[in-house]
C-alpha cells in the first residue's frame, strides 16, 4: 500500500503547478483523499479534499488556497491530483498527499483522519 507524490518544483510566483499522487495496493475511488502542507517550524496545515467517489464530489479548501488550487481524482489512473494557479511565496512548503476509507465530513480538514500518506515533494515559489 502506497501513495507516491510527485510534481513539485520551483516556480515564480504568479506560476502554476500540478502535483499528482499515485496510489498502489488500494483503491482510492473508495477513499476520501486530501492534500496537505508543512513548512518548517510549523505543524501541518489542511490544503484541500475531496470525498471519496459517489456522495456529491463536493471539495473542500483552506481558504488561503480558495479559487487559487482544485483537488481531483483521476480514477483510470488511481491517482489524486492537485493544480496550483497563482502561486505565492507564501505557498512554499512540502506538500503531502493522504487517503483514507470512511471519514466524515467533519474530521476531513483533520490529518490525523487519513490513513494512508505519500512521502512529501517540495514546492518552492520564488523569483
Known amino acids: 500500500v502506497q501513495l507516491q507524490a510527485s510534481g513539485g518544483g520551483l516556480v515564480q510566483p504568479g506560476g502554476s503547478l500540478r502535483l499528482s499522487c499515485a496510489a498502489s495496493g488500494f483503491t482510492l475511488d473508495e477513499n476520501a483523499i486530501g492534500w496537505f502542507h508543512q513548512v518548517p517550524g510549523k505543524e501541518r496545515e489542511f490544503v484541500s479534499a475531496l470525498r471519496r467517489s459517489g456522495t456529491g464530489g463536493r471539495s473542500y479548501y483552506a481558504d488561503s488556497v480558495k479559487d487559487r488550487f482544485t483537488i481531483s481524482r483521476d480514477s483510470a489512473k488511481n491517482a489524486l491530483l492537485l493544480r496550483m494557479w497563482v502561486l505565492k511565496p507564501e505557498d512554499t512548503a512540502v506538500y503531502y498527499c493522504?487517503?483514507?476509507?470512511?471519514?466524515?465530513?467533519?474530521?476531513?480538514?483533520?490529518?490525523?483522519?487519513?490513513?494512508?500518506w505519500g512521502q512529501g515533494t517540495q514546492v518552492t515559489v520564488s523569483s
Open positions: 493522504a487517503a483514507g476509507p470512511g471519514i466524515i465530513l467533519s474530521q476531513i480538514r483533520t490529518g490525523d483522519s487519513y490513513h494512508y
